[in-house]
């Protein structure tokens, strides 16, 4: 089995899961040395390789009868955008993967992508998608909302963004957007669910938490477990598109980015929710006890974060 984007969030995550459940792992990885300290509590091989780089795949995908595609980015930063990493390098995944004599293709999706999407993120994403439903492989596809845990990228943002405005919590289009975050586990588990259900073979499922929250809702949320006070003002996200963009210009990772805003405006909940009707996992709720991980946040460590370089 190979898993590509396994030092990452989900990839951590999904490789416990599955080590815990038995599965050889194979990752691949571009950088060993950090892979090894975050995945250095379970038993995975390193191949180091791109999927960006075609040439790159054939010797990662060796004797691999199973792909599970997990990479992609969710925010465009300098000498990473959408097109490379989330659509072409899933063609070069899928194109290698056939080369190899692979059958089994899990692919990581997004709710709400689509390749005539206005939004760029779930555009590549719907792409992406699209290249591996026409493909010849077994695969699956998983379509979560909003994923949340340790070192995510948009709960950790909006606490950090929290610890550094002064008095206020400022909600992109009155937070009126809606979504239906999901533990980063109970997606590791629908990884792990879909491979052990033949009947997932060509079957693409949506998944969420529990219930839908308004954006509004997660700040008041995300505000509790990290047990500060700011007074929740609405702002048109026309308003905050040239600051973000200023932003975006001067700070090396700066707190909010043009893609995420248009995450931040857009609704993605989970109508047809199949994390418990077909894939039988409970998921964790959106609160307190879920985000505890917020509290190892400073106002320090979030004016820190504003000047690290990826």
């Given at each position: 089995?190979?898993?590509?984007?396994?030092?990452?969030?989900?990839?951590?995550?999904?490789?416990?899961?599955?080590?815990?459940?038995g599965?050889?792992?194979?990752?691949?990885?571009?950088d060993?040395?950090?892979?090894?300290?975050r995945?250095?509590?379970?038993h995975?091989e390193?191949?180091?390789?791109?999927?960006?780089?075609?040439?790159?795949?054939?010797?990662?995908?060796?004797?691999?009868g199973?792909?599970?595609?997990l990479?992609?980015?969710?925010?465009?930063?300098?000498?990473?955008?959408?097109?490379s990493?989330?659509?072409?390098?899933?063609?070069?995944?899928v194109?290698?993967?056939?080369?190899?004599?692979?059958?089994?293709?899990?692919?990581?999706?997004?709710?709400?992508?689509?390749?005539?999407?206005p939004?760029?993120?779930?555009?590549?994403?719907?792409?992406?998608?699209?290249?591996?439903?026409?493909?010849?492989?077994?695969?699956?596809?998983?379509?979560?909302?909003?994923?949340?845990g340790?070192?995510d990228?948009?709960?950790?943002?909006?606490?950090r963004?929290?610890?550094?405005?002064?008095?206020?919590?400022?909600?992109?289009?009155g937070?009126?957007?809606?979504?239906?975050p999901?533990?980063?586990?109970?997606?590791?588990?629908?990884?792990?669910?879909?491979?052990?259900?033949?009947?997932?073979?060509?079957?693409?499922?949506?998944?969420?938490?529990?219930?839908?929250?308004?954006?509004?809702?997660?700040?008041?949320?995300?505000?509790?477990a990290?047990?500060v006070?700011?007074?929740?003002?609405?702002?048109?996200v026309?308003l905050l598109?040239?600051?973000?963009?200023?932003?975006?210009?001067?700070?090396?990772?700066?707190?909010?980015t043009?893609?995420l805003?248009?995450?931040?405006?857009?609704?993605?909940?989970?109508?047809?929710?199949?994390?418990?009707s077909?894939?039988?996992?409970?998921?964790v709720?959106?609160?307190?006890?879920?985000?505890?991980?917020?509290?190892?946040?400073?106002?320090?460590?979030?004016?820190?974060?504003?000047?690290?370089?990826?």
């Amino acid at each position: 089995m190979l898993v590509t984007g396994a030092a990452g969030l989900v990839g951590q995550a999904t490789c416990a899961e599955l080590a815990e459940r038995g599965w050889k792992i194979r990752a691949l990885v571009r950088d060993p040395a950090k892979a090894a300290a975050r995945l250095a509590h379970l038993h995975v091989e390193f191949r180091v390789g791109d999927i960006r780089e075609p040439a790159s795949l054939d010797r990662a995908l060796e004797g691999a009868g199973t792909v599970i595609h997990l990479a992609a980015i969710a925010i465009e930063r300098r000498g990473e955008n959408y097109t490379s990493t989330n659509s072409d390098a899933t063609r070069n995944l899928v194109e290698a993967a056939t080369r190899a004599g692979a059958t089994r293709f899990v692919h990581m999706s997004q709710n709400g992508a689509s390749s005539s999407s206005p939004f760029a993120f779930l555009r590549s994403k719907g792409i992406a998608q699209d290249i591996v439903t026409s493909s010849a492989l077994e695969w699956t596809v998983l379509r979560p909302s909003v994923i949340f845990g340790p070192a995510d990228e948009f709960v950790n943002v909006l606490a950090r963004l929290a610890l550094l405005s002064p008095l206020i919590f400022p909600l992109p289009g009155g937070g009126r957007a809606r979504f239906q975050p999901i533990a980063v586990g109970d997606v590791a588990k629908a990884v792990a669910a879909v491979l052990e259900r033949k009947s997932a073979v060509r079957q693409s499922y949506a998944i969420g938490g529990p219930e839908p929250l308004s954006l509004r809702d997660m700040a008041e949320r995300i505000l509790a477990a990290i047990e500060v006070r700011r007074v929740l003002v609405p702002v048109p996200v026309v308003l905050l598109r040239p600051i973000v963009a200023i932003l975006q210009r001067v700070l090396p990772n700066p707190p909010v980015t043009s893609s995420l805003l248009d995450l931040l405006a857009v609704d993605n909940t989970v109508p047809e929710n199949a994390i418990e009707s077909e894939l039988g996992i409970s998921p964790v709720r959106f609160d307190s006890e879920s985000l505890g991980y917020l509290k190892r946040i400073t106002r320090m460590e979030a004016l820190r974060s504003l000047f690290r370089r990826h």
